[in-house]
Structures are given as structure tokens and as C-alpha cells.
């Protein structure tokens, strides 16, 4: 795309990003009311109506993709909605919003690590450096390096089970790659109109044992503003935007976007009333240095790769004709 697309593109990435921070503001109350299971469940359940919604309006709904590809969505689905959105949830129970925004901003840092240990794509120095940064970054938002006096509370065990959670968006992620007839609206919303009988199942089988019990309508009264809000905007509209933006401005300009998602959500939390601790603007600043030296590192390896020599062609002798002249 021109230049003329640029700023339409910084625009929605700014507003992905930014809807991404808001959604452990407006989620963290609702976990009050309903639990990570069924939150995740009735999140996705109106995220696929809205992505049905879109891939009907753009003309002739993908059966012939669906059918063919039904049990590959299904399982990318569930690990990507389903484990993603619990796990980052359960993580949001227990810790604060502003530690979920800079936990998911790790998330292209944690996706080199991954390629390293599925692909054996070993990242350079600077991305592991980036690594070590980010994670002594999530350590020291979560308070780890408090001293006992200091009166405040580790929320280590919450923004571990959100970074573990991550790792199912990352699988989610690289798993579009085995599907490259789907574009970005179909595969995303293919494989949440896939999953959706597996969530049911699951948020079917927690309420059975107990641990995940059904919640009430008087709950899902008081929590379905906030509901309609998270399935529409961080979990439809988003990810469109974002997607967007990667296709206008380049996936290594797109992911330095991500460092964003943190500073809405401090921006955020401080207009509610909630100023950030010391430890905690030290430990964005850090995750922040660490995507920015990702980026750089990206960067210098797109730009040593387009000004590489082209191996030269071997020279041919000349072959003698059928004749022998």
C-alpha cells in the first residue's frame, strides 16, 4: 500500500493496541461476576457471531473451507480462544490489569523462543538479550524483587499463568500458516465458529464437576455491557485492525506497535484513579527496551537479507555442436 495508507494504518494499530489494554479494565469486574471459563466462552460465543456477521457480508459464507478443515480450526480454535483466553483470564483473577497488558506485549519475544525450540531457528544475541530483558521485566511488574516490607504483593503465580497462556495465542498464530487458502477474516473466523461446540463442551463439563459452575442471570445482567463490549471490540474489531495495519506498515513495524498495549493500559489505569508503583513503570520500561531491541534486531535481519549479493551464476562453457564445431 502508498503512503497515503500509512497514517490510516498507524491509526488502526493504535486503536487495536489501545482496545487490547482496555480489555483487562473492563474484564477484571466482570471476573467478579463470572468465571474464566464461561467469560471466555460467552466472549467467543459473541466474537463468532460477529465474524459470521462480516464473512456473510462480504458474499458467499466459506462452507467448502469449513468442512474441509473442520477438526485443524477446531483444535487451533480451542487452543487459541479456548487455553489463551482462560488461562489470560484466570492470570487477570489473580493479579492486576496493567501486569495482563505488559504480559501480552512479550508475546513476539516469546514467539522466538518458540520458533527456537519447534523450528531450531536459534534467535541472535540481541533477540535473547530482548528475552532476558522482558522477562526481568514481567518479574519486576509482578514484584518479585520487592522487599517483604516494602507492602506490597507478589502477583507472580496470575501474570505466570497469563505469560503460560500466551504460548496457546502463539500456537494459534503460527498455526495460520498450515491453512494459507484461508485469509486473515476466514481463518479467524473459521476457526472460531469451529471451536465454539468445543468451548461449549468444556464450559459444559466445568459447570458439571463444580469448577466451573454456570453463572447466574442476575450476573450476566450485571456484566452484559462490559461482555458485549470485550466480544465486539478487543475480540472482532482488534484483531481486524491490527491485521490491517500489519498489511499497510509491515510486520516489523506492526509488532513495535505493541509496546502500546502497556502504555494505554498504565494511561488507563491512571485516569481511573490508579497510579503505577515505581517497580512497575521500571518493569514496562524494560519490556518495552526489550520488543524495541526485538524490532531493531528484526529490522537489521530484513535489511542484511535484501542487501545480501545474489550468489553469482556459474559461468557456462560453451558446448561443442552435434558436429563437433
Same mark, same amino acid.
Given at each position: 500500500?502508498?503512503?497515503?495508507?500509512?497514517?490510516?494504518?498507524?491509526?488502526?494499530?493504535?486503536?487495536?493496541?489501545?482496545?487490547?489494554?482496555?480489555?483487562?479494565?473492563?474484564?477484571?469486574?466482570?471476573?467478579?461476576?463470572?468465571?474464566?471459563?464461561?467469560?471466555?466462552?460467552?466472549?467467543?460465543?459473541?466474537?463468532?457471531?460477529?465474524?459470521?456477521?462480516?464473512?456473510?457480508?462480504?458474499?458467499?459464507?466459506?462452507?467448502?473451507?469449513?468442512?474441509?478443515?473442520?477438526?485443524?480450526?477446531?483444535?487451533?480454535?480451542?487452543?487459541?480462544?479456548?487455553?489463551?483466553?482462560?488461562?489470560?483470564?484466570?492470570?487477570?483473577?489473580?493479579?492486576?490489569?496493567?501486569?495482563?497488558?505488559?504480559?501480552?506485549?512479550?508475546?513476539?519475544?516469546?514467539?522466538?523462543?518458540?520458533?527456537?525450540?519447534?523450528?531450531? %531457528?536459534?534467535?541472535?544475541?540481541?533477540?535473547?538479550?530482548?528475552? /532476558?530483558?522482558? *522477562? @526481568? =521485566? &514481567? #518479574? $519486576? !511488574?509482578?514484584?518479585?524483587?520487592?522487599?517483604?516490607?516494602?507492602?506490597?504483593?507478589?502477583?507472580?503465580?496470575?501474570?505466570?499463568?497469563?505469560?503460560?497462556?500466551?504460548?496457546?495465542?502463539?500456537?494459534?498464530?503460527?498455526?495460520?500458516?498450515?491453512?494459507?487458502?484461508?485469509?486473515?477474516?476466514?481463518?479467524?473466523?473459521?476457526?472460531?465458529?469451529?471451536?465454539?461446540?468445543?468451548?461449549?463442551?468444556?464450559?459444559?463439563?466445568?459447570?458439571?464437576?463444580?469448577?466451573?459452575?454456570?453463572?447466574?442471570?442476575?450476573?450476566?445482567?450485571?456484566?452484559?455491557?462490559?461482555?458485549?463490549?470485550?466480544?465486539?471490540?478487543?475480540?472482532?474489531?482488534?484483531?481486524?485492525?491490527?491485521?490491517?495495519?500489519?498489511?499497510?506498515?509491515?510486520?516489523?513495524?506492526?509488532?513495535?506497535?505493541?509496546?502500546?498495549?502497556?502504555?494505554?493500559?498504565? %494511561?488507563?489505569?491512571?485516569?481511573?484513579?490508579?497510579?503505577?508503583? /515505581?517497580?512497575? *513503570? @521500571? =518493569? &514496562? #520500561? $524494560? !519490556?518495552?527496551?526489550?520488543?524495541?531491541?526485538?524490532?531493531?534486531?528484526?529490522?537489521?535481519?530484513?535489511?542484511?537479507?535484501?542487501?545480501?549479493?545474489?550468489?553469482?551464476?556459474?559461468?557456462?562453457?560453451?558446448?561443442?555442436?552435434?558436429?563437433?564445431?
Amino acid at each position: 500500500m502508498g503512503a497515503r495508507a500509512r497514517p490510516f494504518g498507524i491509526a488502526a494499530l493504535l486503536l487495536a493496541t489501545s482496545a487490547w489494554g482496555s480489555l483487562f479494565f473492563v474484564g477484571k469486574p466482570v471476573l467478579g461476576h463470572i468465571n474464566p471459563v464461561w467469560f471466555t466462552f460467552i466472549r467467543y460465543t459473541l466474537a463468532s457471531l460477529g465474524f459470521a456477521a462480516l464473512l456473510l457480508a462480504r458474499g458467499r459464507f466459506p462452507w467448502a473451507q469449513l468442512r474441509a478443515h473442520a477438526p485443524r480450526l477446531a483444535a487451533l480454535g480451542l487452543v487459541g480462544y479456548g487455553v489463551f483466553g482462560v488461562l489470560v483470564l484466570v492470570g487477570l483473577l489473580h493479579s492486576v490489569p496493567s501486569h495482563g497488558a505488559v504480559i501480552m506485549a512479550t508475546m513476539p519475544i516469546t514467539t522466538q523462543l518458540v520458533r527456537w525450540a519447534a523450528d531450531g %531457528l536459534k534467535p541472535g544475541r540481541a533477540a535473547l538479550l530482548g528475552t /532476558a530483558l522482558a *522477562l @526481568l =521485566g &514481567v #518479574a $519486576m !511488574v509482578s514484584g518479585v524483587f520487592l522487599a517483604p516490607e516494602a507492602g506490597a504483593t507478589s502477583t507472580l503465580a496470575g501474570d505466570a499463568t497469563a505469560l503460560l497462556g500466551t504460548l496457546g495465542w502463539i500456537v494459534y498464530t503460527r498455526g495460520s500458516a498450515s491453512l494459507p487458502g484461508l485469509d486473515v477474516l476466514e481463518y479467524s473466523g473459521l476457526t472460531a465458529l469451529a471451536s465454539w461446540p468445543l468451548l461449549l463442551l468444556g464450559a459444559l463439563a466445568g459447570a458439571v464437576t463444580g469448577w466451573a459452575p454456570l453463572p447466574a442471570a442476575a450476573d450476566i445482567g450485571v456484566s452484559w455491557h462490559a461482555l458485549l463490549y470485550i466480544g465486539a471490540i478487543p475480540s472482532v474489531l482488534a484483531v481486524l485492525a491490527y491485521n490491517f495495519g500489519i498489511r499497510t506498515l509491515g510486520v516489523v513495524t506492526g509488532t513495535a506497535f505493541l509496546n502500546f498495549v502497556p502504555v494505554s493500559a498504565l %494511561l488507563m489505569g491512571t485516569a481511573l484513579g490508579t497510579r503505577p508503583a /515505581a517497580h512497575e *513503570l @521500571l =518493569g &514496562v #520500561a $524494560m !519490556v518495552i527496551s526489550a520488543l524495541l531491541i526485538h524490532t531493531l534486531a528484526q529490522q537489521r535481519a530484513t535489511r542484511g537479507a535484501a542487501a545480501a549479493p545474489a550468489w553469482p551464476a556459474p559461468r557456462l562453457q560453451p558446448c561443442a555442436s552435434v558436429d563437433g564445431r
